[in-house]
Nanobody, 125 residues
Framework: QVQLVESGGGLVQPGGSLRLSCAAS?????MAWFRQAPGQQRELVAV???????NYVDSVKGRFTISRDNAKNTMFLQMNSLQPEDTAVYYC??????????????????????WGQGTQVTVSS
């Protein structure tokens, strides 16, 4: 079973930046970042398909960038212009490696069956 490990969370002031990383122990397919704030449901933040297509939730468009390095089985989330409402636990998620790379964007949480333990991001002055 492939495992995911997130890193890069922390405390940052409004307007600041953080870069999250998600390292997989083996090859994986579609990947995504979710986040969950206290008292709220877990929401999809960004998706990158096995073929490299990307998609973002409206609230982070223009501020966050998702990317992946398939050679290193690693995904990243560059977060700029962070705001207090971005405060949450950020989770890395992945789907098993498909037989062929796909450009299809999958937003259904049930598609992602492999999860990391989460990393806290706090935006506060």
């Amino acid at each position: 079973q492939v495992q995911l490990v997130e890193s890069g969370g922390g405390l940052v002031q409004p307007g600041g930046s953080l870069r999250l990383s998600c390292a997989a122990s083996g090859s994986i397919g579609d990947m995504a970042w979710f986040r969950q704030a206290p008292g709220q449901q877990r929401e999809l933040v960004a998706v990158i398909s096995s073929g490299g297509s990307v998609n973002y939730v409206d609230s982070v468009k223009g501020r966050f960038t998702i990317s992946r390095d398939n050679a290193k089985n690693t995904m990243f989330l560059q977060m700029n212009s962070l705001q207090p409402e971005d405060t949450a636990v950020y989770y890395c998620a992945a789907a098993p490696r498909p037989s062929a790379a796909s450009l299809r964007i999958r937003t259904d949480r049930r598609h992602y069956t492999i999860w990391g333990q989460g990393t806290q991001v706090t935006v506060s002055s």
